[in-house]
């Protein structure tokens, strides 16, 4: 592309939005360290650090980030295993049926979470099935899936096919080649891709609530204090934290996914 | 002796294409053998059905005399030097050439020694610790002959391994890969589409057209005397001349084959002129110079050497050659 | 036939030591002798995961939808009928459709605005660094905690939160007030009011909206906009008649990310809004506090319905292509 540049309304309205966008997290660091306990003031009437202390103490919170982080990781080791075996067999042969297999992977997110979410609770229902962590669990798998396969058949594809026929004619055989071959180089997508999911069942929340029952992950705890607030500067300090914690698992997996381009066009 | 490579009929469809169509062809032991073809003949997946890659419809494959239905591409002595060269992006030259060792379970120490002395064979001594991304496409071409000679294999199967270069490095690569497998003694199986190459480098060639080998025999034959219209056009844009043409000029009412270079242009009229042509257009072209002529409408082409007297465009010239060099195509 | 530096061997133990003796490798024979087997074993735990547990409870949803509920036990009556879905043509369900379809159409144009201007600036003129910043940028907010987004707008629109004390510096507390005294959108505070909730709505869903765009406008050539200035065009007929439609597929895939999340979600008009509910809360509050699964099943079919027609619509203007 020639050096041009942007017209100033274009580079204003992008600034803009990017703003739009990110302003209001930044709102909620400030609003941790307020001393105000009763209201949502503006601006904050002074600054504390007292109330990092008192989440740090309080069980209720431990307990729901403990059941939050068991449920995103099960999940995601579940989403590894089933999204890398769809996008396996999507990249390797043409079938029929191919475009209904990957609109089932794809429907869990494209139909609104509530359908998920009522779906299960219904079956659940019907199948006579008590709320447990498994419960929560089938939910953020199913959901997480997508985000494991989407990675990975991106990978796939970029990855030349005769990768896999080289390492069998070198007289590896199946096993060996998914091993030394095929691994090493989906490996970072399927890093990215767990990371995304278990970013994404971490902070879920309108599938959770119908089937968590009475238990507490991390956002059910948010959400009951959104509804009837309580906890307010224990509210701004979790959610604070949160918002850091996701940052970490998308900037691992924007790193670990960059320039691979170069490396899949490797050879062509 | 068996036979480096048997093909017995064999076919390869995929739905209602007929991609190899009932090719039967024996490949001796230290022959270099091409493959040539345009693409979509047949030839890149005649290769593929003997690395294993693909499956025959029907027929019978056979290296050595073992059959190889069945036999999963890992269990075939035979290797493979791919087009786009395959090379492992995650693994550095070293452990790309010594990945059939390492599979083997070869010590490490061994591994690196063979390594090094295949990537001395293809001259890219102390490359080991590069990746394949630091190198160029020459350079990643012999990183991938390395890789497939340092097994041993008894026949090596190469898809078109100088496709990807530029002319120099392919000219150089052909004289390289000629001597090495002279020095080496192992089949190779070569897959192209330039007709140049095959005729340079190998010891018999088969042409491909449309699934089927249309002529099988050496270089020369292929040239001198090809078996179809198809391969005389193909394999040196030759003179092709309909049956009633030759008819008239031979006597035979058969295809015929007549090479350009062949062709001598006489003026209108002269002694020995065989027949009569006016002069279309010429292309300079270096070395020679190409005249295309129409002779009572129909297009040939004749090839004059540096320093021959190039006639006008639009003239009319007499035309005459050997009669030997107006060879019969009794092929379909 | 001596390759240099390998040991001598002979023929017969090296072509048997090719592919192994192992398990494995009498496995992987199989495997590849029978392809269909290979291909079997590799989708069936997904299909079965997601035919089992998500279609299956989507059919448990759906079948539920089909019962009633006796409106003087309580209890759900197990038979087919159509009755409960003629339940959802009472004006009070019709209106929640409305309410929630018209929401999710109006986030939906606004988010496609204000994407736009991102997106095609990171598509077109922003390189190297800058191309990390908007990408993440854009992927930070994405993936930031739901609920996190929505407490912050909580707290932002409050009465005593940011925004009301940013209208008060500029001595515009009496626009906001005669804004919020309009029928229709406004309410006792911008918190309580439909305008808050489509506030909340389009940051939420705005990052959606935006990386669709930005993937098909990534995807034209810049050679085409300069053939376009070439042949005559100004800047305004370039985007209208080039730009434009090569992103219309990519504001399709992300409206239907914007259109779904809306049309499901009963969290934030539930923490920001009025009374008045949108489908997601009716789905809600049926199968929970009125314990009346097959209306609640029968509302989250409508959400389904009005997806399968978008997507019907929208495959068919090639906005997969984009996702």
Known sequence: ?????????????????????????LIIFAYAFTTEDKTYQWPPPGFTLQWFGVTWNRPDVWQALGLSVRVAAISTLIALVLGTLAAAAMARARFFGREVISLLVILPIALPGIITGISLRSAFNLGGIAFSTWTIVLGHATFCIVVVYNNAVARFRRTSASLVEASMDLGANGFQTFRHVTLPNIATALLAGGMLAFALSFDEVIVTTFTAGQQQTLPIWMLEELVRPRQRPVTNVVAMVVVLVTFLPILGAYYLTRGTDTVAGQGK | MPAAVTFRNVSRHFGAVRAVDDVTVEIAEGEFFAMLGPSGSGKTTCLRLVAG???????????????????????RPVNTVFQDYALFPHLNVRDNVAYGLMIAGRGRAERHRAAEAALELVQLPGYGDRKPGQLSGGQRQRVALARALVLEPRVLLLDEPLGALDLKLREQMQEELKALQRKLGITFVFVTHDQGEALSMADRVAVFNQGRIAQVGAPSDVYDRPATPFVADFVGSSNVLPPEVTGRLAGRRLPASLRPELVRILPPGAAGSLATARVISTQFHGAVTRVHLS????????????????????????LSWDPDDLHLMDGT | MSTPGLSAETEASRASRRGGEGLGARLSDLLWRRPALLLALLLGPPLLWLGVVYLGSLFALLAQSFFSIDEFTGQIRREFTLKTYGELLTPANLDIIRRTVQTAALVTVTAAVIAFPIAYYAARYARGRWKAVFYLGVMLPLWSSYLVKVYSWKLILAKEGILNWAFGKLGLTWALEAYLSLPGVGGNSLSTSPTGTFLVFVYVWL????????????????????????LGARPAQTFRHVILPL??????????????LTLGDYIIPQIIGTSARFIGQAVYQHQGTAGNIPLAAAFAVVPIAIMGLYLWWAKRRGAFDAL
């Not at chain 2, 082409?301 to 003239?315: M, Q, S």
């Not at chain 3, 935006?210 to 906009?225: D, N």
């Open chain 1, 1 to 25: 592309m020639r050096s041009e540049r942007a017209p100033l309304w274009l580079k204003a309205a992008a600034a803009a939005g990017l703003l739009f966008l990110h302003v209001p997290i």
């Open chain 2, 53 to 75: 890659f693909e499956q025959p419809t029907a027929g019978e494959i056979a290296v050595f005399g073992q059959n190889m239905a069945g036999v999963p591409p890992y269990r």
């Open chain 2, 295 to 318: 002779m009572d409408g129909l297009d040939l082409a004749a090839l004059l050497p540096r320093g021959a007297r190039v006639p006008e465009e639009g003239a009319a010239v007499g």
């Open chain 3, 207 to 230: 990052p959606f909206m935006i990386l669709p765009i930005q993937a098909s406008l990534e995807r034209v050539p810049a050679s085409m906009l300069e053939a376009s200035g070439d």
């Open chain 3, 247 to 260: 992103a219309f597929p990519g504001v399709i895939a992300g409206s239907i990310f914007t259109f779904s």
